[in-house]
């Protein structure tokens, strides 16, 4: 059974309170704290397909939620797991861990088979599906985690990440199925079952990159992360180096210099030029690096651009059961968003390059929502919140790209952005006209940079092209040109620093040369 349309009911009790408060019928919660009366009728809803990948999942699934009913200690194992966080979010990659023993000696996997009606079943999500994640979601008002689970006494239900629809599919504890529109969040125990984004296979016979790490190995596969970012014994916060009023020094010099001088900042930051000095080598104190990131426009419309895809995180400051208003998809089966930078360089010597890169974010580092929570009733705990605004925010990364010597490459770069849902690219070519500065020559036995911006001599203007990867799939947010020539610091207002921002339709950014560690 390939393919199949299933419609799924609902719990009786969840039904009555998605019937009352979701505006599903034309009844509507008026009071807080009212009991809801049952209702037993059933509930038919968007029916879904199931593919070949979903009925796997739903298979594994079905397995998973029977051993976790009669196993504490495979509770236990999977609580700890993801607790451990091996890639910087509470995902359990299931070849890393499946051959593990309990703490009552039995393996995971074999546990599991006591539920399969045969292991070829098993094997079959084993090998087409290798990327196959246990997902435990950090659930609003501390009603679920990985930290609070209690797993001597909560069973949890087991939910579907589709790769066709953010509606959710879930499992009871009894083996039951319904389906949870994309706009809603639970307020139950849940595991999630979904496909890891922050981790990538390749051929055995292939040797790792310098400084790759090996997650696990099955067979003809080897497990790495996506970037190294995401390994969870090497994750940092990736905040700013510096404060907002506290510059690097010579960053607010270059600003001093040439706030009514012409010339520009970069100049001074990277080759020590002023007016009195017009010569001077490259030093590598100082690295361009992204500093903040935030998403642009409309916030509704900037959030639902990046949640739209199954297996996006959900919004935690603000469940999404907004009444009277369009729904926005949560997606709550996924963890942080991911996004991947690509930095695209063109050189002196013809040879263009691609800088990627990646960094993370939790919802409520981009997002900031006002809203008004409301309860359903006693019968059942859940929640759900009307919004009343949802605005973005600024987001304070360091994430760094490269040193900007003119000397080797052009005077300006092209940054684009992507969220990332999938990890399979593919190559295709990027071309555009670049300038690159000529005023270099050897004085003193070491080569300098003469003269301010271009110097005498003009720039040159060339056509280059460049293979960049894209990943179909990803939500592309577009790309900024940054220029060397470009001012850092744009003005101070009473001794804060202004720097200037790129921006898109879609995403602001902060490039700033910061000073590199130990310099």
């Not at 310098?210 to 099955?218: H, N, P, W, Y």
């Not at 004085?443 to 301010?452: C, P, V």
Request: include cysteine.
């Amino acid at each position: 059974m390939t393919k199949q349309t299933l419609v799924f009911k609902y719990h009786k009790k969840f039904l009555s309170v998605l019937i009352l408060c979701l505006g599903l019928t034309f009844l509507s919660c008026e009071k807080e704290d009212e009991h809801i009366t049952e209702n037993s009728d059933d509930l038919e809803i968007s029916p879904i397909t199931y593919d070949r990948n979903a009925e796997l999942k739903r298979d594994f699934a079905h397995a998973l939620g029977k051993a976790l009913k009669e196993s504490v200690p495979l509770r236990e194992f999977l609580k700890n797991e993801a607790l451990k966080m091996f890639n910087g979010d509470y995902d359990v990659l299931y070849h890393k861990v499946k051959n593990q023993s309990l703490s009552d000696g039995t393996s995971f996997r074999n546990l599991l088979l006591k539920h399969y009606p045969s292991e070829a079943r098993l094997k079959a999500i084993e090998i087409e599906i290798p990327l196959l994640t246990i997902f435990i979601p950090k659930l609003p008002n501390d009603t679920y985690s990985a930290e609070t689970w209690d797993t001597a006494n909560v069973i949890p239900e087991i939910a579907l990440k589709m790769n066709t629809t953010n509606h959710v599919p879930v499992i009871n504890t009894n083996g039951e199925e319904y389906v949870l529109p994309d706009y809603a969040i639970p307020a139950f125990p849940v595991l999630v079952i979904k496909e890891n984004e922050r981790v990538v296979t390749r051929s055995n016979g292939q040797e790792l990159k310098k400084g790759e790490t090996e997650i696990a190995r099955q067979e003809d596969l080897v497990f790495t992360f996506l970037d190294e970012v995401f390994n969870g014994t090497k994750i940092n916060a990736l905040k700013s180096k510096r404060e907002n009023t506290n510059f690097d020094p010579k960053v607010i010099k270059a600003y001093n210099i040439y706030n009514t001088a012409d010339g520009w900042q970069r100049d001074y930051i990277y080759y020590d030029l002023t007016h009195a000095n017009t010569k001077n080598q490259f030093n590598y104190d100082f690295q361009e690096h992204i500093t903040t990131f935030s998403m642009n426009g409309d916030a509704e419309a900037a959030f639902t651009k990046i949640g739209d895809q199954t297996g996006d995180p959900t919004l935690n400051l603000a469940n999404q059961f907004s009444i009277g208003r369009p729904k926005i998809p949560t997606a709550w089966t996924g963890g942080y968003f991911e996004f991947e930078v690509k930095t695209l360089i063109n050189a002196t010597n013809g040879v263009g390059s691609e800088i990627s890169t990646f960094f993370s974010a939790k919802p409520e580092d981009l997002f900031i929502a006002e809203y008004t929570e409301r309860k359903t009733g006693s019968i059942i705990r859940l929640f759900f919140y009307e919004i009343k605004s949802l605005k973005t925010k600024t987001m304070d990364i360091n994430l760094p790209i490269f040193n900007w010597d003119l000397n080797e490459y052009a005077s300006s770069i092209k940054i684009e952005i992507e969220e990332v849902d999938l990890t399979e690219k593919k190559v295709i070519t990027d071309e555009r006209s670049v300038k690159f500065a000529t005023n270099f020559s050897i004085d003193g036995g070491f080569l300098k940079k003469i003269g301010l911006k271009f110097g005498a001599s003009r720039e040159i203007t060339q056509k280059q092209t460049i293979q960049k990867s894209f990943t179909q799939g990803n939500d592309q947010l577009g790309s900024v040109i940054i220029n060397f020539a470009d001012d850092i610091i744009i003005r101070e207002n009473s001794g804060t620093y202004i720097t200037r921002e790129y921006s898109t339709g879609l995403f602001k950014i902060g490039v700033e040369p910061i000073r590199v560690q130990g310099n």
